[in-house]
């Protein structure tokens, strides 16, 4: 493989796809015993691969520079020419379902892959290609939408991300400007982007009830792999939250603000931790990623081949650029198993926090996907995905004086809190989602108004000085995933349920390691509650496991408090 930016992209050839799929659909219909379909199945298989890659290259080029005119072009390409693929993918899908060697194949990929093919073959419909192909369209005009937000600062050119970095100003008077500033950016581009929901809103229902379910929500379960629990359980977990760990992190932020010789805390104070400064890494992008390499060489066997692999072919795209998309992102190249890590430096503690969760991310991925034999088992639904990253945060913790030197305590001590005080927004976005979805007719104001409602319910901290935008519920609209991922977030918090499980196993002499190792080796083999359980980690939307992670938590914050200097 050569590095990323010598990879060639070429438009794939759909119709020539196309046809030779339909060719490897015939010959498995027509296999005489398994190994013929199975051999039939791998052939098809190496014909999607490489046009899924030219589509990888394409979106993350198209991140790295929203202005690109070449890349804009070939993902309105892509927009429309994925959901024309519908048709073809059910085609295939219901010879893998009705093939009289469909036994052998589950006994050779596991149950999980057929139960997969089946929702899927639910959800391919001509009806809906042509509302998500609008759908594709809307998401991509947000992100232009975003990515185009910028404000002078302090003599820079700042975009929301930029902004993030000075609310951890020790200045107040900084913090509270930057703040203000990111406000009026939201508060400008509001109509937007409330107007772009809308219609997301209207199209993700339209597209639903064309499939014959009752509500949106009914159909987004099925279709995010949430096949062992409902939206049900859901508001149990969100429940079990408000009633275990929401109070801890009142508490946490009530200390945070006497720590800080502040009355009342607001939002802008959140991310100031400790009066001096958080801690910052020391180091230029290239020198963070060289020092992520010596941890990972000093972790594991494994980890080492993995992050060679990563810094050999330059799988990284790191610092923050005018019209660079924002977040985050670990995505795959399926035709070189060479996993891809996008992100925004800021030159705060989040820069490391890239280079451990999407490198998480990327280590599965690397691992599982040199170790199955198909692509689509490489990853799971994104409630195991994230304990991926967010478990290698935390293993993390013994090597962050590379990073930070003497302020390594002060880093473990922000960032398990932060950890930790995350959840009670995460479960905040999913009750969001799930009241626009039940009441689809809702509009701006109505979701302003859920959002203050929400956030009063599991963030009682919150305060935002008396800005009238974001105290009357605009905050929701900072969340992409609200545009782009509906429905994933809550996913954030059932795995930060598992990565301090994982953790807890190693602060208490368990194998952590190698179950997180299992974890990774299982894949999408196997459903959600099963993977959970085979690589034994509690099952975290039972109110025990919250309860008993929130003591845990408690007694590990002690622990790291002490350490502080």
């Not at 060289?290 to 072919?313: N, V």
């Not at 030159?347 to 451990?356: E, I, N, P, Y």
């Not at 691992?367 to 490489?378: D, F, V, W």
């Amino acid at each position: 493989m050569k590095k990323f930016s010598e990879l060639e992209y070429r438009r794939p050839r759909i119709l020539r796809v196309m046809r030779g799929v339909n060719r490897c659909v015939k010959q498995l219909k027509k296999a005489a015993d398994f190994a013929s379909a199975d051999g039939a199945l791998h052939r098809w298989h190496a014909l999607v691969m490489p046009a899924a890659t030219q589509y990888q290259i394409a979106y993350i080029r198209n991140t790295m520079n929203m202005k690109d005119p070449f890349y804009e072009k070939e993902i309105k390409f892509y927009n429309v020419a994925i959901p024309l693929l519908g048709p073809m993918l059910k085609k295939s899908i219901s010879a893998l379902l009705g093939s009289r060697f469909r036994p052998q194949f589950e006994e050779k990929y596991g149950a999980h892959l057929l139960r997969t093919a089946e929702t899927q073959m639910q959800l391919l419909q001509p009806k809906v290609i042509v509302p998500t192909i609008k759908e594709n369209n809307l998401t991509s005009r947000y992100s232009k939408t975003a990515a185009a937000c910028s404000v002078e600062f302090m003599g820079e050119k700042c975009n929301f991300y930029g902004l993030l970095r000075h609310m951890q100003s020790t200045d107040r008077a900084e913090r509270e400007a930057a703040f203000n500033a990111w406000a009026k950016l939201y508060e400008e581009v509001s109509p937007k982007l409330e107007a772009q929901y809308g219609q997301l809103v209207r199209l993700r229902c339209a597209i639903a009830k064309r499939l014959g379910y009752r509500s949106y929500i009914d159909y987004i379960y099925p279709a995010r792999g949430r096949y062992d629990y409902t939206a049900k359980e859901a508001a149990a977990f969100r429940e079990a939250v408000r009633q275990y760990i929401t109070p801890l992190c009142h508490r946490l932020y009530k200390e945070q603000a006497a720590r800080l010789g502040l009355e009342k805390l607001q939002w802008f104070d959140e991310a100031l931790v400790f009066p001096e400064g958080n801690a910052v890494p020391v180091g230029s992008p290239a020198e963070l990623v060289e020092k992520a390499r010596r941890m990972y060489t000093a972790l594991s066997p494994e980890t080492k081949e993995f992050f060679d692999f990563m810094t050999e072919h330059e799988l990284f795209d790191l610092v923050t650029r005018e019209n660079k998309h924002l977040g985050g992102y670990c995505t795959v190249l399926p035709e070189y198993k060479a996993p891809f890590i996008f992100s925004n430096f800021n030159g705060t503690s989040a820069d490391v926090d890239v280079l451990t969760h999407e490198a998480g991310h990327a280590f599965q991925a690397y691992y599982a996907g040199n170790r199955l034999p198909l692509y689509e088992q490489t990853g799971s639904t994104s409630e195991i995905n994230e304990i991926h990253s967010m478990t290698m945060e935390h293993f993390a913790y013994p090597y962050m004086e590379l990073f930070f030197g003497e302020n390594a305590d002060k880093y473990r001590y922000a960032h398990f809190c932060g950890a930790l005080k995350t959840i009670p927004y995460l479960v905040s976005v999913d009750e969001f989602q799930h009241r626009v979805f039940e009441n689809p007719a809702s509009g701006p104001a109505d979701w302003r108004r859920y959002w203050r409602e929400i956030e009063g319910k599991y963030m009682p901290w919150r305060s935002y000085n008396g800005n009238a935008f974001l105290e009357s519920g605009g905050f929701w609209m900072q969340k992409q995933h609200i545009f782009l991922y509906p429905f994933y977030y809550i996913d954030y918090a059932l795995a930060q349920m598992g990565a301090f499980a994982l953790y807890r196993k190693q602060t208490e002499g368990g194998d952590a390691w190698g179950s997180y190792l299992k974890l990774c080796a299982l894949g999408g083999t196997c459903g959600y509650f099963e993977t959970l359980e085979t690589a034994g980690v509690p099952l975290p939307l039972l109110p025990e496991t919250v309860r008993d992670t929130a003591a845990f938590a408690e007694r590990q914050i002690k622990i790291l408090d002490e350490n502080l200097p």
